[in-house]
Antibody, heavy 119, light 108 residues
Framework: EVQVVESGGGLVKPGESLRLSCAAS????????MDWVRQAPGKGLEWVSS????????YYADSVKGRFTTSRDNAKNSLYLQMNSLRAEDTAVYYC????????????WGQGTLVTVSS | VVTQEPSFSVSPGGTVTFTCGLS?????????PSWYRQTPGQAPRTLIY???TRSSGVPDRFSGSILGNKAALTIAGAQAEDECSYYC??????????FGGGTKLTVL
């Protein structure tokens, strides 16, 4: 089955760190760019970060630049989001999303993992 | 900023068109507008990409277009199951994407 599954969410205090993972299966992971998209409770979707297939290009939203780091391990079919200096406003469900090879859009989404930043 | 109507209401069987604009400038095909639907507690699901291409399995009552200076999603013959939130996203280049705030559709 073609899928991506996020993990690593949880409750952390402001200023702490957390690392999210996204495990891909059922497709040739190394050929796809991957993104992180988040959704705060009751709010809309917000793009967080993109990483190209070979990690050559990595981009971040201004809201997380300098605090979050995206990486991938193509040998392990995995995507990561290292989140440092977490803030209350980072509380959200974090989705892993695959960028289509043909076309410019997200063609596969995970179910998300919840990150809660609260003291 | 990508703009969407916060909410819309349509009668069953009716037609509704949502738009996706830019606070400054016009949306064109070069932004590769795509549309996603999301029900509460679920992951987004792809509807339309590259302005007007339906994703696999999406009913043909969903269509995308450029209307004036905005991208648009039209649902013709709305059904109760279409009641959810709809998001557009524009590709700004250099790996950067910007989502609209979403439109919550009520079918009644």
């Amino acid at each position: 089955e073609v899928q991506v599954v996020e993990s690593g969410g949880g409750l952390v205090k402001p200023g702490e760190s957390l690392r999210l993972s996204c495990a891909a299966s059922g497709f040739t992971y190394s050929t796809y760019s991957m993104d992180w998209v988040r959704q705060a409770p009751g709010k809309g979707l917000e793009w967080v970060s993109s990483i190209s297939s070979s990690s050559t290009y990595i981009y971040y939203a201004d809201s997380v630049k300098g605090r979050f780091t995206t990486s991938r391990d193509n040998a392990k079919n995995s995507l990561y989001l290292q989140m440092n200096s977490l803030r209350a406003e980072d509380t959200a469900v974090y989705y892993c999303a695959r960028v289509a090879v043909r076309g410019v859009y997200f063609d596969l989404w995970g179910q998300g993992t919840l990150v809660t930043v609260s003291s | 900023v990508v703009t969407q109507e916060p909410s819309f209401s349509v009668s069953p069987g009716g037609t509704v068109t949502f738009t996706c604009g830019l606070s400054s400038g016009s949306v064109s095909t070069t932004f590769y507008p795509s549309w996603y639907r999301q029900t509460p507690g679920q992951a987004p699901r792809t509807l339309i990409y590259s302005t007007n291409t339906r994703s696999s399995g999406v009913p043909d009552r969903f269509s995308g277009s450029i209307l004036g200076n905005k991208a648009a999603l039209t649902i013709a013959g709305a059904q109760a199951e279409d009641e959810c939130s709809y998001y557009c996203v524009l590709y700004m280049g250099s790996g950067i994407w910007v989502f609209g705030g979403g439109t919550k559709l009520t079918v009644l």
